[in-house]
Every structure is written in structure tokens, then in C-alpha cells.
């Protein structure tokens, strides 16, 4: 697989203001020891500091300035390390506040700031004038014909990253030049800053440097100025971030100097999304490009191990459930969230087809269980609404467990139920094929899904006698798998769990167990969590379950891995396979390997079901709406997506 990891650091180095040569020192100093980094950025004006005032107009500082930027350079000489580094620069008539772009041992690019803020705080009017408008332009300087300009990109054609650039002010407009460069082809934007600390404007810069990595799909570096700058009024905190697609990735502030924040940026995750989003346009580019070396973390095709190993290294935030917010306070607010778009968008059905009368099938399982509380929620947002519960047990297969925890879901919620045996129907519905009215063992699916079948056709009459609506139950990983009986629980009127994949399912029944209210509703919800995943349709054992999914299918947590970075970023196998041995570094390689090539499999061979699939609310940016977010051919071949985890080294 090709390695689409790049090391970034925003850098916060000690600073003495004014003192160039300790400065540079400094800066050279962290280059050489951060060599494994493929792009670097350090603060505005950090050769000579930001508050030097009025020294702006000392020739002797701008001629040490002008020196330095070359002994900085020459760190970079045969390092695979692209540098930005702030500095002033004489051009013309004119001072201007630059961003100097530093690799292969020379300056590649000077790029002046845009946006020169002169309000409160900020005078820098007084020695700096805008670079707006200047393009095109190139200067000798130091004997070296170098770029000068806002329209200057940098690129390495190997690893596929292109540096983007703005200081400080730029981000704070409302027409960013990041945004231009990122529509120009920039996936990495580096910003040099001198953002003093004030109450609340952590919070605020944070938030504008998420959302333009989010709007413009890509990795920001952000490097303010650190302690060292802060002189007479102004405090500054070396607040440094690094974001990607809308994310935070690593954050720090108020820190020791020198500091170094790193960390990964996935540049194929951000070429996915801007090819996704389709209205994410190329802007009809007049940048010029700039060679410059920004090389890839680790080898440019490493296998599994390799890969993970790099995740590892630089300790790559990943989530094991990446549907499930692992921060207590926002997996709450996302379970109740779903709820409720799950309980509007069937109140909305309701409206719709004015059939208020809901029918639903329960089974004592995590996925009726949910259903069921999607119903309640529903029938607060319109009061007339009818809960009729149907539960259809088969003597033999059915546990007790989750038997007494369907009566019990019923008895709280519903307005109206029923139980209605299925042995009798389904042993005649067997005898009339030919078939044995008796289990036939491992892989007797006529047996297993007949049952299934004859639930679904018990509701859909139900339906039709009470003027009611199907309540469908299955979720979203089960669609994935093609765990449902075709025609059977797979069909439904109005699917209200169907973007909601089998690991959430859970933490959203357990969230609502402890906000209802309701103790006797708590219990019997705590207990359908801990009660293993099963369809129950073989024969059970004295009344306790025998018949388990994950057995059968894998574990539900890895399941679900796959199906995240497949769907979501687009990941091929090896790359996902990869992942998740970092993720999950208690399972060997070969039980994770062995575990994608069953998810593919049936990902691609369980497509016809998903192919007519009802009706459901979407909750999540991961969906198999074969209306909304995924159109799959029903007869693909997984062969290419096989291959894939064997030439990775599988």
C-alpha cells in the first residue's frame, strides 16, 4: 500500500527577542533533531522575534535576519525536511512579514503576509506592508534567484504533499488564502502566528483552525509564539494545533520550550473527501509550484506491520469503535442525538402515511430493544401514537433470557402486546416444502430462515389487521454482513436502525437506561446489553443460548472497523487491516487478516440485499442507503480487494 502518512510538527522554540544569532541557533538546532519530519513549522518572525517593534527599522537586524534565513536553510540540506520559518523581508520599497519556505538545503519560497492587522493590540501597520496582489515576482537574493509571492505552492511530487501557506491575520478573514491555495491543490496549510493569550480566545482560535482544515480538506499547522515574546502588554502562550478535515488531531499551549508538537497527517484521507465532495472545486489555478522535499513517515510502501508500526511511533490518535465517542460526555450526547433523528424521522413516516398505529417485532435483542425505544420517543412528538409489540418465540430455540426480557420490554412500553408462537406455523410451513420438521444441523438455513420469514409475515398481517406501520429492527452492521434473512427481517415499512451500526446500538440502549427515569425499564435495559448477540433460530440448550453471532460472523468491534474506514475514507484492506492492528495490538496479525477477508466477502457478496433495502433515517456520515450514500453493483467481485491484503504482506 502507498504510504500517505506525513510527520508534521509546529514547533514553539526558546526565543530571545532581538537576538538573532541565538534565535537561529535554536531553530537549526530543532530541525536536526526532528529529521524524521516531513514538514515543520515554526512561529511568525521567529528569526527575529514578533515584538520587536520599532528594531523593525534597524538595518542591522534585517541584515542578520537575511543571514539567518540561509544558515537555517542549509539544516535542511539532504533531510527530506520542508521548514517554514517567519522572518522580515526588505522587497523593494517595502518591510514585509514573511514566511520563509526552507528544504533541500536552500530558500525555496518567500511568501509575504496578506492580512497586516493595525486594531487594539496590533500595530503592525506601522512597520509592515501587505503582500496582497504581488505575484509573479522573483529576487536574487544572497546570489540565489528565489520566488516571491502569494501564489506559491510547494510541492513534493513523491509523497504527494503540496505546502500551502498564510500568517497569522489571514486566518482570522473572511477570504482566507488558505482556502485558495487548498482549491489551487494545497492538502497541507502551515500558519505562522503571534496570537497573544487573552480569556476565551484558545476556545475561538481552536475553532477557526478546525473549521478551515474541515471546509478546506486539509491538514493545518498552526505555531504561535511562545512565553519568550511576551514583553510590556502582551502575553503569548505558544498555542500550537494540528487538524485535519475538521479535526483536532493534537493541541497544546502554555508549554516549556522548546516544544515540539507532532504528529501524522493522512494526505490520502484528505484527497478522498475533496474527491467526494464534489463541490469541492478546482480553483483555475495561477500558483506557481515550488520542488521542495516533504517525505513520507516510514517506507513509501510498507506492509501491515509496517504500517502500524509507523501508527504506532508517533502514536496516531484512533478510536477501537471509531462510531463510538470514547469521552463519556460525548458518546451521551451522540447516542441521544441519534435517538432522537431516529424518532423524528419516524414521526415524519407516521405524518406521512397517518398510519399511527406502529407494529414491531421483539425479540428480547439489543436491535428490537432499540427499535422499541424509537417508537417511545416517537410517540412523545406525536401522542397519539400506538405501540403494538408482537413477540414470536419458538419453543425450543428461543431462550428464556430473552423471552422474560421482551415480555418485560413490552409490559413497559408498549401500548399493546401480543405472543404469538411460530413452532406450529413454521414446523407446517417445513413439512409443506419437503422439508424436515426437525433441525438439520450446521448450514440448515431453510430451517433457520423460515422462522425468520414468519415473523416478518405475522407483522406484515398484523399490520394490515391493526392499520399499522412495520417498525423494521435490523442495523446497520448486520446490512453490511447481510446478517438478515432476505425477506424475512431484512424487509420492514419504515427501517428506523438502519444507520446505525451493531457497536453503537448498544451504548445508545444503555445511555437511555440511565436517563428514563424508570428503574424496573433501567434493569431489563442493562440486562438485554449484557446479553449475547444471537438470532436464535437453532435449538438451544436447557433454555440458554447456544447460538451466537459473533461466533459465526466475528466480533461486531472489528466488523465494524472495517465497514468505518471502508465506507467513510475509502481505505483498501491492507491499509484497514493495518489500522486495526494498532488499534487492536492484543490480536495477531493473522486473526485480524483473517477477520477483513471475512468482512469483504460478505460485504461484497451480501450487496442484493441492501439493493432494495426500506426506508430509514440516516444518522451517521457512514450509511447503506442504496438511495443515499452507497451504490454498489450487486454482482461486484471481491477478487481485487482479496489481492490487496495478499500483496500487503498477508
Not at 509546529?10 to 519530519?37: H, M, R, W, Y
Request: glycine share 8%; proline share 4%.
Amino acid at each position: 500500500m502507498k504510504n500517505n502518512f506525513i510527520a508534521v510538527a509546529a514547533v514553539v522554540p526558546p526565543l530571545k527577542v532581538g537576538d538573532v544569532a541565538f534565535n537561529t541557533e535554536q531553530i537549526v538546532s530543532i530541525i536536526k533533531s526532528q529529521k524524521d519530519c516531513g514538514v515543520i513549522v515554526f512561529p511568525e518572525l521567529c528569526i527575529t522575534g514578533y515584538t520587536c517593534a520599532d528594531l523593525f527599522e534597524s538595518e542591522l537586524l534585517l541584515n542578520a535576519s537575511d543571514k539567518a534565513l540561509f544558515a537555517i536553510a542549509s539544516s535542511t540540506e539532504n533531510t527530506g525536511v520542508t521548514a517554514v520559518v517567519g522572518f522580515p523581508f526588505r522587497y523593494k520599497n517595502n518591510l514585509y512579514n514573511c514566511a520563509g519556505i526552507l528544504s533541500g538545503g536552500t530558500v525555496k519560497a518567500i511568501i509575504p503576509k496578506t492580512f497586516i492587522p493595525n486594531y487594539s493590540e496590533f500595530y503592525e501597520c506601522r512597520w509592515f506592508a501587505s503582500g496582497k496582489g504581488i505575484a509573479g515576482e522573483r529576487l536574487t537574493f544572497n546570489g540565489c534567484e528565489i520566488p516571491f509571492g502569494v501564489d506559491i505552492l510547494a510541492e513534493d511530487s513523491c509523497s504527494g504533499a503540496i505546502l500551502g501557506t498564510e500568517i497569522c491575520e489571514d486566518l482570522w478573514i473572511p477570504d482566507k488564502p488558505s482556502t485558495h491555495a487548498a482549491l489551487a491543490g494545497a492538502n497541507i496549510i502551515a500558519n505562522l502566528s503571534a496570537s497573544d493569550e487573552l480569556i476565551g480566545k484558545q476556545t475561538y482560535r481552536t475553532q477557526l483552525v478546525s473549521q478551515q482544515s474541515g471546509s478546506c480538506y486539509c491538514a493545518y499547522i498552526y505555531s504561535s509564539a511562545g512565553t519568550d515574546e511576551s514583553s510590556t502588554d502582551l502575553v503569548f502562550s505558544g498555542h500550537s494545533i494540528i487538524a485535519q478535515n475538521g479535526s483536532v488531531i493534537k493541541e497544546s499551549i502554555f508549554t516549556d520550550h522548546p516544544h515540539v508538537l507532532k504528529s501524522l497527517v493522512d494526505l490520502g484521507i484528505t484527497m478522498h473527501d475533496r474527491r467526494k465532495q464534489n463541490t469541492f472545486e478546482n480553483e483555475s489555478s495561477t500558483y506557481r509550484h515550488v520542488k521542495v522535499n516533504i517525505k513520507a513517515a516510514g517506507k513509501a510502501e510498507p506492509d501491515i506491520d509496517e504500517m502500524a508500526a509507523i501508527l504506532k511511533k508517533y502514536d496516531y490518535p484512533m478510536e477501537r469503535n471509531p462510531f463510538v465517542p470514547a469521552e463519556n460526555m460525548a458518546r451521551e450526547e451522540r447516542c441521544r442525538r441519534i435517538l432522537q433523528i431516529q424518532a423524528n424521522g419516524l414521526a415524519t413516516r407516521v405524518r406521512a402515511t397517518g398510519l399511527k398505529n406502529l407494529v414491531i417485532g421483539i425479540s428480547g435483542g439489543l436491535d428490537s430493544t432499540l427499535a422499541l425505544l424509537v417508537c417511545a420517543e416517537a410517540r412523545k412528538i406525536i401522542p397519539d401514537i400506538k405501540i403494538i409489540s408482537y413477540t414470536m418465540p419458538n419453543e425450543g430455540n428461543t431462550s428464556s433470557q430473552t423471552l422474560n426480557n421482551a415480555r418485560m420490554l413490552m409490559k413497559l412500553l408498549s401500548d399493546e402486546s401480543h405472543e404469538v408462537p411460530i413452532g406450529e406455523g413454521v414446523k407446517l410451513h417445513l413439512s409443506q416444502l419437503g422439508h424436515s420438521r426437525e433441525y438439520q444441523g450446521e448450514g440448515d438455513v431453510t430451517y433457520e430462515n423460515a422462522q425468520a420469514r414468519m415473523r416478518t409475515y405475522i407483522l406484515m398481517d398484523a399490520a394490515n389487521m391493526k392499520n399499522g406501520l412495520v417498525v423494521g429492527t435490523g442495523d446497520l452492521s448486520e446490512l453490511a454482513l447481510g446478517w438478515c434473512t432476505y425477506n424475512g427481517d431484512h424487509m420492514s415499512m419504515y427501517a428506523v436502525n438502519s444507520s446505525v451500526p451493531k457497536t453503537l446500538v448498544k451504548y445508545i440502549c444503555a445511555t437511555y437506561a440511565m436517563i428514563c427515569g424508570n428503574d424496573e425499564l433501567k434493569g431489563v435495559l442493562l440486562n438485554i446489553c449484557d446479553t449475547p448477540i444471537t438470532p436464535e433460530l437453532t435449538p438451544n440448550d436447557g433454555g440458554k443460548i447456544v447460538q451466537k453471532t459473533e461466533e459465526k460472523i466475528g466480533k461486531y468491534d472489528l466488523n465494524d472497523f472495517f465497514l468505518f474506514y471502508t465506507l467513510r475514507y475509502g481505505f483498501e484492506p491492507s491499509r484497514s487491516a493495518a489500522h486495526a492492528l494498532y488499534a487492536y495490538p492484543e490480536l495477531s496479525k493473522e486473526k485480524i487478516v483473517a477477520a477483513a477477508k471475512n468482512f469483504f466477502k460478505r460485504f461484497f457478496s451480501q450487496q442484493f440485499k441492501r439493493s432494495c433495502l426500506p426506508d430509514g433515517p440516516k444518522v451517521g456520515s457512514v450509511t447503506l442507503s442504496p438511495r443515499g450514500d452507497w451504490r454498489m453493483p450487486s454482482d461486484a467481485k471481491v477478487a481485487l480487494w482479496l489481492e490487496d491484503l495478499e500483496q500487503a504482506g498477508c
